[in-house]
């Protein structure tokens, strides 16, 4: 990937643009929250319960540093927010876990892929930004509950992985069109991509590239978990 940008702060464009990635992160990470807290409920033991409710906690301080950094660059929070609420809204409602299982794997596979998204984009960012984006899709501990958890249910119950497999598909068809969604239906994002005379950005090789980057990261974790992609 190119090297970051240092971008002029008088960059009104730019601007505008961060904010809606940031708004669009922002909310993600408010919807993490919402439905590790709901995962914690599922949970068949008092350790896993105490480990989902810790997730939960850090997605929300996530929250609150990007919150402060939209209001640094002149933004609204919650109309940031607000912008992406009925999309992602829509996508969690086509995609409600039905049982703890799923759960463990929407947390690890969805918000997997969503996160090596906004961590391709935040590349061409400038640096403290791109730090901050990139220190509120840090891991926290998930992935290693998660692949620990769902190799022991299938250790047990093989019959699992089968389902397991096929709900991560889903998930992955889901994510992906959301994260094009995203890309091509926000102008400011698109901007962004695209970058400018001061700014590399993403023609339409480099897009396909980053795509197939998603899909093997996809892959990756599927087989972390023991899983057929």
């Known amino acids: 990937m190119s090297e970051s940008p240092v971008v002029p702060p008088q960059d009104a464009a730019y601007t505008l643009a961060v904010i809606d990635l940031l708004g669009a992160i922002a909310y993600g990470e408010l919807t993490a929250f919402e439905r590790l807290a709901e995962d914690a409920k599922l949970a068949p033991t008092l350790e896993d319960k105490m480990a989902i409710g810790a997730m ?17 660059l002149g933004g609204d929070p919650y109309a940031a927010m607000a912008s992406f609420q009925v999309g992602f809204d829509d996508f969690h409602a086509h995609t409600q876990p039905a049982d703890w299982y799923e759960g463990l794997i929407k947390a690890y596979v969805g918000d997997g892929l969503a996160a090596d998204f906004y961590r391709e984009v935040a590349a061409y960012l400038d640096p403290e930004t791109r730090d901050l ?44 069109t959301q994260a094009q969604r995203i890309a091509a239906e926000r ?17 339409l090789a480099a897009l396909g590239r980053m795509f197939t980057r998603l899909t093997e990261n996809h892959a990756q974790r599927m087989a972390d978990l023991g899983l057929d992609a």
């Not at 939960?56 to 640094?72: D, K, P, Q, W, Y």
């Not at 102008?187 to 023609?203: E, F, M, N, Q, S």
């Open 133 to 176: 984006i990139v220190a509120a899709l840090a891991d926290a501990g998930k992935s290693a509950f998660v692949v620990d958890r769902v190799r022991a249910g299938i250790a047990e119950d093989h019959r699992l992985g089968g389902r397991l497999a096929l709900w991560g598909r889903r998930l992955m068809g889901e994510a992906l």
């Open 187 to 203: 102008d400011a994002l698109t901007a962004l991509l695209a970058g400018g005379v001061d700014r590399p950005g993403l023609d």
């Open 56 to 72: 939960a906690a850090a997605e929300f301080g996530h929250l609150e540093r990007l919150h402060a950094r939209l209001r640094e």
